[in-house]
């Protein structure tokens, strides 16, 4: 009874202990920076977009950027420099209105008569909306900087109580899936800025874009959960066996472990194999001879030949006599 009652018990609270982690790990499923997945099952990735720097320049894979990616305003007076879910690599000067600290998160900038401007720091943040798929950089350089940089007559503490309620410039990228087959690399164009160049918008178009497979997380496999399943159920076994075995039946010695007669009877039944494996094995083993032929000079022979047959029979037994000794 009890030993039937044990795996059973067991068994349940493998189950509800299985069914706890995995609404555990649901709960608290890490997203991976630059990746998103949908309620549909859509799944993003774009980090393969971000731009490591590397070391003196040199690219881990002929394939590799090394620079940070760019594109033209055309009717817009100024250039872009971009990079995707990370800063810029390329060295930058201080960006017009960020603070010291957070010039080195700027993740798109313009440069226009010399100045630096930010159009938004660092972010990892994927954004489905819809069927598109956007990256927002927010908290980049005040809007219309260039023009409120001439008021230096202003009150510093005016200045001071301004900071927190000025707009600050954005960049709004959207990514599109590039199902060219002959297209090997990304192509990003600026489509527009706000009037009030508070805002700038984006296009990406690359097959990282693409809808993709998200990655199998790293777990405990069907096989290790049988073999751990397995594992407690020999030690339950066991255990509960010793239990009854010296608790019920009065059992001592070895008498105490579970069905100890059959274990007795497979440890005589193993013996009895390995005498039998010894024996046959035995007979193929070379065995040695009582008698050698011995070589006979043609000058032995001769002298044998006036010999007779009693002084052979004396050779042979004091032949035997020195091979007994």
């Known amino acids: 009874m009890l030993l039937s009652f044990l795996p059973s018990a067991l068994l349940i609270t493998l189950a509800i202990h299985s069914g706890v982690s995995v609404a555990a790990d649901e709960k608290d499923k890490v997203v991976e ?11 993003y990735d774009l980090r393969k977009l971000t731009i490591q720097p590397h070391k003196d320049g040199k690219k881990a894979n002929k394939n590799d950027k090394v620079d940070d990616w760019h594109a033209k305003g055309y009717d817009y007076p100024a250039n872009f420099t971009l990079n995707i879910c990370a800063p810029v690599i390329g060295e930058i000067d201080r960006p017009i209105g960020v603070d010291k600290h957070l010039s080195q998160n700027v993740s798109a900038y313009y440069e226009s008569k010399g100045e630096i ?4 720091q660092q972010s990892t943040n994927l ?10 950089y927010t908290n980049g350089s005040p809007c219309h900087a260039d023009k409120r940089r001439s008021s230096d007559d202003d009150d510093e503490d005016e200045k001071k109580s301004k900071k927190d309620s000025i707009r600050r410039k954005s960049t709004l990228i959207s990514f599109h899936c590039d199902k060219d087959p002959l297209a090997t690399q990304p192509s990003l164009t600026f489509v527009g800025a706000s009037p009030d160049e508070c805002s700038y918008h984006f296009e990406v178009l690359s097959k ?3 809808i993709g497979s998200e990655p199998a997380k790293q777990g405990v496999g069907p096989a290790a959960v049988f073999a751990i399943i397995g594992v ?7 255990l509960g066996g010793v239990f009854y075995q010296r608790n019920v039946a009065h059992a001592r010695g070895w008498r105490q472990l579970p069905n100890y007669s059959m274990w007795a009877g497979i440890g005589s039944f193993v013996k009895d194999v390995f005498i039998i494996a010894t024996s046959s094995c035995a007979r193929f083993m070379p065995h040695r001879q009582g008698y050698s032929t011995l070589p006979v000079s ?8 006036g010999r007779g047959p009693e002084d ?5 037994d004091q032949l ?3 091979w007994d000794d």
Do not use: H, K, M, W
């Open 33 to 43: 920076p630059c990746t998103i997945a949908s309620s549909t099952g859509s799944f």
């Open 117 to 120: 401007y930010s159009i938004g």
């Open 127 to 136: 954004t489905l909306r819809g069927r598109r798929l956007v990256l927002q």
């Open 208 to 210: 990282n874009a693409c």
């Open 232 to 238: 407690i159920a020999i030690l339950v076994y066991f």
């Open 298 to 305: 043609s000058s032995s022979r001769g002298r044998s030949n």
């Open 312 to 316: 052979e029979n004396r050779l042979i």
């Open 320 to 322: 035997d006599e020195e």
